[in-house]
């Protein structure tokens, strides 16, 4: 496909399961990003991979927060031990990264996965 | 650290009005600036960006936006706007720098359009 895709779309879950997340970037972007958007608190920012880098955790809110990244392409953010205030719409994003002596910092936005946790 | 700051949170404009959406951020050093926007059950799709150069940006839609670098400000504009604009718009921005790094975000703005 030609856009950022997210699965699932949407995951209900109880307190206390863990949940994975999975986001298909953009096809040779090396950058990818995830976000978190919840009410009240608009799009935070949660982790950042770029290329072989180790990656930008300094948003992820606890330790039962976790991304990898599989051969630079596919990306899971898991929240282990889920609590309710982990409810919200969990995005990715990717962009070209630094290429051929410029850099492209315009990132490119999947649908999102609606993560609610009763 | 970042941040930015969305003056609106919520618009209600009627149909052919002109629109005007307040960013300011806060940052020393060299920033892009993009908007965003989320129309209902959609996903975020950029509207417009800043990198360098003229400060006044063109989007699509008819938008634009206007980089004042005393102000630290990036306010959006669209002289008449449509029913169809009815979405939550996004302010974002980003250190430049050799690579990539993180948006911060404003808590957006939700603008409401009436006939």
């Known amino acids: 496909g030609a856009g950022v895709s997210q699965s699932p779309s949407n995951k209900v879950t109880e307190k206390g399961k863990d949940v994975e997340l999975r986001c298909d970037p953009i096809?040779?972007?090396?950058?990818l990003y995830w976000y978190r958007q919840s009410l009240g608190q608009g799009l935070e920012f949660l982790i950042y991979?770029?290329?072989?880098?180790?990656?930008?955790k300094s948003g992820l809110p606890s330790d039962r927060f976790s991304a990898e990244r599989t051969g630079g392409s596919v990306s899971t953010l898991t929240i282990q031990r889920t609590q309710q205030e982990d409810s919200a719409v969990y995005l990715c994003?990717?962009?070209?990264?630094?290429?051929?002596?410029?850099?492209?910092?315009?990132?490119?936005f999947g649908p999102g996965t609606r993560l609610t946790v009763l | 650290a970042q941040s930015v700051s969305q003056h609106n949170h919520h618009v209600i404009l009627s149909e052919a009005a002109s629109l005007e959406l307040g960013c300011n951020y806060s940052?020393?050093?060299?920033?892009?600036l993009f908007w965003y926007v989320q129309y209902p059950g959609q996903h975020l799709q950029l509207l417009l960006k800043?990198?360098?150069?003229?400060?006044l940006v063109k989007g699509i839609k008819g938008f634009e936006a206007e980089f004042i670098k005393s102000k630290f400000s990036f306010n959006l504009r669209k002289p008449s706007v449509q029913w169809s604009d009815t979405a939550e718009y996004f302010c974002?921005?980003?250190?430049?720098?050799?690579?990539?790094?993180?948006?911060?975000f404003g808590k957006g703005t939700r603008l409401s359009v009436i006939a």
């Open positions: 994003a990717s962009s070209l990264g630094w290429i051929s002596g410029r850099h492209s910092n315009e990132q490119f």
């Open positions: 096809s040779g972007h090396t950058a």
């Open positions: 991979f770029q290329g072989n880098s180790a990656p930008d």
């Open positions: 940052y020393g050093g060299t920033v892009n």
């Open positions: 800043y990198f360098s150069g003229d400060p």
């Open positions: 974002a921005v980003n250190r430049l720098t050799s690579g990539n790094t993180p948006l911060v």
